[in-house]
Structures are given as C-alpha cells and as structure tokens.
C-alpha cells in the first residue's frame, strides 16, 4: 500500500518501485521532489549525465501516463560569477530536461531576494519577482525585467576589489615579503611581472606615502 511505502523512505528514490508505485495509485496533479538530491538512488552519481537523463526520462514517462506535474527543487552551486544553467548543482541536465525552470537568488540590497523565470518551452518568460522573508512569510515587493545573470553580475562588481586596491595589496605584500624595504625598481619589476601598469604603481606608491604607509 501506499502507507507502508511511505514507512520504509529509504525505498522512495526516483525509479524505484515504490516511488513509481506512489505515483501510479495517488495519480497526483502536482508532485513537489524537494531537493532532488534526496530522492536520488544512493548508485546515482549527479556529475553523470546519462544517470540523470534515466531519472528525468522517468519522471516524464509517469507525468505523461499518471497526469502529474513534477516540480523539482534543486540546490545552486557556490561557484562565483556563474548564472543561469552553470548555476544549477552537479548537472545541467536537469536544466536541459525542464520544461520550465525559476531560479531564486539574493540582490545586491540587503534583505531582497528574487524568482527568475528563466527557461520556458510553451510561453513567454514572465518578470523577475522580488521579495523578502519577513518572519517566515514572503512579501512580495514588485517586479523586475532583470534576469539572474543581471543580478549575479552586479553582485560581482560589488564584491570585486578595485584594480588600484588589488595592486595596493601587492605593493604591502611584496614589502613586507623583503622585511619593509625595497629597492622600488625591484618593486616595480616584481609589480609589473603580476600585471600592474607602472601608472598604477606610481599611483598606490604616492597613496600609500601621504597616509604614512
């Protein structure tokens, strides 16, 4: 029965018979799978793509014969910069395999959060929605036509320190590697061979002299 499959979870992963079992006798409209990497075969290796091609195929194969809409959750990547597919955990996949996919992301503003429609293949993609978390409870703020790759490279930009910061660093650091004292040729060899434009240099160097650095 469907009780006692529901007793013996470790049972219930995609291609299983009780998962298929559940299924076919609930015949659900909606089937929330939240994450996805929960209800995978402990033998599934996500980096594979042909294991997750048979667990998308199957989950297509039962959404036709039962009527049922399958909503997958997925977890994002940590990876910096990335967004859109890239973003999506372990394997793309599962991106390729969707019908429709939202992506959920943090702004650049403290406490806003966004849904991005980003893959549609019957429609049109609809606005990004923004909202908070308010106690537990989503309010929504509004709308946006900014997608997640916007908000993710914004982020960025944010978050990257300035050419003239980054060289400032190197500067202290490579002084500090020769004991505080540096013949500034050898500095500015050393500069240049990490990337730096003499102009640049001349411009810390001056920087860091009228702050007594």
Known sequence: SVSDSWEQRRDIYIGSEAFERIVTELKPDLCIIDPIQSFLSPQINMS??????????TLMRLAQSNGTTFLIVCHTNKRSGVYARNRVADSGDLWDASRSVLLVGTTEEEGKRYISHEKCNYGALQDTIIFTLDDGLLQVL???TKKDCDFVQSKEKLSKPS???LCKQAFLRILQEHQGRCESAMLNEELVAEGYHLSAINSVRNSLKNTGQ
């Open 48 to 57: 594979a793509r042909n294991a997750i091609r048979y667990c998308m195929s």
């Open 142 to 144: 509004g709308t946006s």
């Open 163 to 165: 050419n003239t910061e």
